[in-house]
């Protein structure tokens, strides 16, 4: 059984740092993409950052970048994000998605994959 465990999240000041992590087990990241998204109620779910494991590219929202690092540990089978400078607006709760249907590619604009965490909450006071 697949399963994506974030971690990391919790409460900060605006212009602190967190790093998300994306533990997956039944499955191994290599050569697709991993997306970290977000949420906030009442809105769609935005594409945050992205990386093609293997190739290392990665993908950031406008939002984000600059200030977010996507990154991956094959030996730990694990994908970060390291969120700095946060800023109030970057409150929601993060996931992070893997084995996406479009294999071929990769980028913040693939919202389509197989397998989802259940997300860990970053709220960013002023």
């Known amino acids: 059984q697949v399963q994506l465990v974030e971690s990391g999240g919790g409460s900060v000041q605006a212009g602190g740092s967190l790093r998300l992590s994306c533990a997956a087990s039944?499955?191994?990241?290599?050569?697709?993409?991993v997306g970290w998204f977000r949420q906030v109620p009442g809105k769609e779910r935005e594409g945050v950052a992205a990386i093609y494991i293997g190739g290392g590219s990665t993908y950031y929202a406008d939002s984000v970048k600059g200030r977010f690092t996507i990154s991956q540990d094959v030996g730990k089978n694990t994908v970060y994000l390291l969120m700095n400078s946060l800023k109030p607006e970057d409150t929601a709760m993060y996931y992070c998605?893997?084995?996406?249907?479009?294999?071929?590619?990769?980028?913040?604009?693939?919202?389509?994959?197989?397998?989802w965490g259940q997300g860990t909450q970053v709220t960013v006071s002023s």
């Open positions: 039944g499955y191994i990241f290599s050569r697709k993409c």
């Open positions: 998605a893997a084995d996406p249907k479009r294999w071929w590619i990769c980028g913040i604009s693939l919202r389509e994959y197989n397998y």
